[in-house]
């Protein structure tokens, strides 16, 4: 038997680059096309990272909505926006994952605090708090807002480079600088 009869009433799936184009201009149908065609992949680049069933889930939620509000900003590669979607999928779900951590230190920091405990070990974090406040205080006041935005905050670089209005690569090496500065200037203060 032969397949489906390519002629009148047949319209062949459009490319990546035509519906992105169309969901430029505010087609969510178009947007919707993309979703469906690269969703199963956006998922499972999420779960590589983050492992889990669930956050996996919501990462790839959060990578298609910040597909749609960057919808501008979205590069196709090889005739597909799945490469830019891979990466953005990546860093949202490191992002979650250190968020994730940080949640998980605060969670200890409130554990009852046992009477016993060798108070030293309280007297160290609080130095090492002030030594952090110290260093990220002395930063410019553009490394201190990346410090706020991606290493305190979770935002990815591309998103604080959308909120700073720098290039992705702009940020990704001034954050780097930075972590290498207070990890320096950490190890100073311990040597003290």
Same mark, same amino acid.
């Given at each position: 038997?032969?397949?489906?009869?390519?002629?009148?009433?047949?319209?062949?799936?459009?490319?990546?680059?035509?519906?992105?184009?169309?969901?430029?201009?505010?087609?969510?149908?178009?947007?919707?096309?993309?979703?469906?065609?690269?969703?199963?992949?956006?998922?499972?680049?999420?779960?590589?990272?983050?492992? /889990? #069933?669930?956050? @996996?889930?919501?990462?790839?939620? &959060?990578?298609?909505?910040?597909?749609?509000?960057?919808? $501008? +900003?979205? !590069?196709?590669?090889?005739?597909?926006?799945?490469?830019?979607?891979?990466?953005?999928?990546?860093?949202?779900?490191?992002?979650?994952?250190?968020?994730?951590?940080?949640?998980?230190?605060?969670?200890?920091?409130?554990?009852?605090?046992?009477?016993?405990?060798?108070?030293?070990?309280?007297?160290?974090?609080?130095?090492?708090?002030?030594?952090? /406040? #110290?260093?990220? @205080?002395?930063?410019?006041?553009? &490394?201190?807002?990346?410090?706020?935005?991606?290493?305190? $905050? +979770?935002? !990815?670089?591309?998103?604080?480079?959308?909120?700073?209005?720098?290039?992705?690569?702009?940020?990704?090496?001034?954050?780097?600088?930075?972590?290498?500065?207070?990890?320096?200037?950490?190890?100073?203060?311990?040597?003290?």
């Amino acid at each position: 038997m032969a397949g489906p009869a390519h002629g009148a009433g047949y319209d062949p799936p459009l490319s990546d680059t035509a519906l992105l184009a169309r969901a430029q201009a505010g087609d969510t149908f178009a947007f919707g096309t993309l979703f469906d065609r690269h969703v199963s992949a956006v998922y499972w680049q999420a779960h590589r990272v983050v492992g /889990d #069933a669930s956050e @996996a889930e919501d990462v790839c939620q &959060d990578t298609f909505v910040t597909a749609w509000r960057r919808i $501008g +900003d979205i !590069t196709i590669v090889d005739r597909s926006i799945l490469p830019w979607l891979m990466v953005t999928a990546r860093y949202t779900a490191l992002n979650a994952g250190r968020k994730r951590a940080r949640l998980h230190a605060v969670d200890l920091e409130h554990e009852p605090v046992d009477p016993g405990a060798d108070p030293s070990g309280h007297v160290e974090e609080a130095a090492v708090a002030a030594a952090i /406040d #110290a260093a990220v @205080a002395r930063l410019s006041p553009v &490394d201190r807002r990346l410090f706020e935005l991606c290493v305190d $905050g +979770d935002l !990815t670089y591309e998103q604080a480079a959308a909120e700073l209005g720098v290039t992705h690569g702009a940020v990704r090496n001034r954050v780097s600088r930075l972590r290498a500065r207070l990890r320096g200037d950490l190890r100073e203060e311990r040597a003290r």
